[in-house]
């Protein structure tokens, strides 16, 4: 991996990063676009999905960037811009950003031919948010009335004999169906950007046979976009087909996509550039270097801004005590973003100052500080004054079917030099594999993290990542004084003054350290010479829809 008429709801992009999402296109902008034909099949690189294919339960790009063109929600993204757009609403109105009445677009259509009705939305999200089944979206509905009751605690932990008791309801008392079209929402407390967050996929409606075998269904899933599944085959491929019944305005090109499933960026990018895969959605650090991808690609890639971060997260303490706050501190210290920029990602990053994206209005620069600017004296001061590092040896897990053993060896290097401590970049073979690792708590030591952002907003920056219990919170980060920073923000009804408490809230990261910046992405892809209207969204993911064969 996301408004009324009467709103602007983007209160999310800035005006910088609304240019440089228009301005993508190939490395050749003075050539016209290429003639482009209807129907045909394409492949793109994929990853493995960490879990089935269920909306509620994907918080991951590899399962993610399926579910994109799979599902439908209230509310899609402008492909351009991430301007919130009514998909299956007709509208979504509120006088008070506590009470939304949400009325929707007669006849949209799932796969299997039935209808998108208002209870498909209900009873999806009192699923995804019923704590027994597990869903990781679940914390996205944490806002609406009623989902406290849905919750409950394991008295004596997971490895308990115990069991966690029955919640005290399977509905949560916020959501009312008033009739086929329209349903009600009422949130706890006022949310100021509820209308922007609707457009994530943990947000999408589950047709009626969900319901009926939820176990199985995310191998085949039924949703209501541009494309349906087919086939799954696991760490192989999976395969779309275009619907002949979408009910949205922006239908997909080609007939058939197959997200071809690879354990190596070099490998996938090799096959780019040979002509046997029509997208890669990630360039490796080796063609990154004097832009040797503009060579091997030529008038076939782009570059450019997206809503994305690097971080490294220590795993949390209960896992590993060894990467307290003081000690992430000075691993941050011992960090040489900029060298590591310029040598691995040839100058196609920019060196993280805090954790929320530029691309999102309310982007403040240099909240973290000293604590993100390399000096390797005052990281070792810091790592002394905090009684040495006591682990050992310091480790950085990275997936290794992804391009990322380059920078965190460099990384590994800049700490070990600066901080006298030998660390050591350690692979996990996929990333299915690695984010389990992360969510069961099995991994220790740091380990990369990154995120894309869900929708555009500041709040999708630090809520869903290091909200106490949120889905994406892998350290297990917790201070109330933060939480309640995120709540009186999320009641602010003027935008500009949600931004500014929303900063005030990152302010309080910039002393805890839950995570170390890294730097902010651009995306760059590459594509076949057999396709054309080839464009990377602000979210950093190929229009996949939008791509034709010439």
């Given at each position: 991996m996301r408004g009324t008429t009467r709103?602007?709801?983007?209160?999310?992009?800035?005006?910088?990063?609304?240019l440089l999402a228009g301005c993508g296109g190939s490395s050749d902008e003075g050539t016209d676009t290429p003639a482009a034909k209807a129907g045909g099949s394409i492949t793109v690189r994929g990853c493995n999905p960490e879990n089935p294919l269920v909306a509620g339960n994907t918080s991951e790009t590899c399962g993610g960037n399926v579910l994109d063109v799979v599902t439908a929600k209230l509310v899609k993204y402008n492909v351009d811009t991430a301007a919130p757009e009514m998909d299956i609403a007709e509208s979504i109105e509120t006088s008070d950003n506590q009470n939304f009445t949400v009325k929707l677009k007669a006849d949209y259509k799932f796969h299997d031919g039935t209808v998108v009705k208002a209870k498909n939305f209900v009873d999806a999200w009192n699923y995804t948010a019923y704590g027994p089944n597990a869903q990781y979206g679940?914390?996205?509905?944490e806002p609406i009335e009623g989902y406290g009751d849905l919750q409950s605690t394991d008295p004596d932990g997971e490895d308990g004999p115990q069991k966690a008791p029955e919640p005290k309801?399977?509905?949560?008392?916020?959501?009312?169906?008033?009739?086929?079209?329209?349903?009600?929402?009422?949130?706890?407390a006022k949310v100021s950007n509820l209308r922007v967050r609707l457009g994530y996929t943990a947000f999408s409606p589950q047709p009626d046979a969900f319901f009926a075998d939820p176990k199985t269904f995310g191998d085949k899933p039924v949703g209501a976009g541009p494309y349906k599944v087919d086939a799954w085959t696991k760490n192989a491929e999976i395969k779309l087909s275009k619907f002949a019944d979408y009910s949205g305005d922006k239908a997909g090109n080609v007939d058939n996509i197959t997200f071809k499933i690879y354990q190596d960026a070099n490998a996938a990018y090799a096959d780019v550039q040979a002509n046997q895969l029509d997208v890669t959605d990630e360039v490796p650090s080796s063609a990154l270097i004097d832009d040797k991808y503009k060579t091997d690609l030529p008038d076939r890639n782009n570059q450019q801004a997206e809503g994305v971060i690097q971080t490294i997260t220590a795993a949390p303490t209960s896992v590993d005590p060894n990467y307290g706050?003081?000690?992430?501190?000075a691993i941050s210290m011992a960090i040489n973003r900029e060298a590591i920029i310029k040598a691995i990602f040839n100058g196609s990053r920019e060196a993280a100052t805090g954790w929320v994206s530029p691309v999102v209005d309310g982007y403040?620069?240099?909240?973290?500080?000293?604590?993100?600017?390399y000096d390797p004296a005052k990281a070792k001061?810091?790592?002394d004054a905090a009684g040495g590092f006591k682990g050992g040896k310091i480790t950085l897990s990275y997936n290794a079917d992804s391009s990322h053993k380059e920078w965190t060896e460099a990384t590994c290097n800049s700490i070990k030099q600066a901080l006298g401590v030998d660390c050591v970049a350690t692979?996990?073979?996929?990333?299915?594999?690695?984010?389990?690792?992360i969510q069961d708590r099995k991994m220790k030591g740091l380990f990369?993290?990154?995120w894309q952002m869900d929708y555009p907003s500041i709040e999708n920056f630090l809520t869903p990542i290091y909200g106490k219990g949120a889905s994406s919170n892998d350290g297990d980060y917790n201070n109330p004084a933060f939480d309640a920073k995120l709540a009186e923000a999320a009641a602010a009804t003027d935008a500009a003054e949600s931004n500014k408490l929303y900063q005030e809230a990152e302010a309080i990261l910039a002393k805890d350290m839950p995570s170390i910046p890294l730097w902010y992405n651009t995306s760059t892809i590459g594509w076949s010479d057999k396709v054309t209207n080839v464009k990377v969204t602000p979210f950093g993911v190929p229009d996949y829809a939008g791509i034709s064969l010439k």
């Open positions: 709103t602007v709801a983007v209160a999310g992009i800035s005006a910088a990063a609304l679940s914390y996205f509905f309801a399977k509905a949560m008392s916020g959501l009312k169906v008033v009739d086929d079209t329209t349903f009600t929402i009422k949130t706890t706050p003081e000690i992430r501190k403040k620069a240099d909240v973290c500080g000293e604590a993100c600017v001061a810091a790592l692979p996990v073979v996929d990333f299915s594999t690695f984010r389990s690792q990369r993290t990154g």
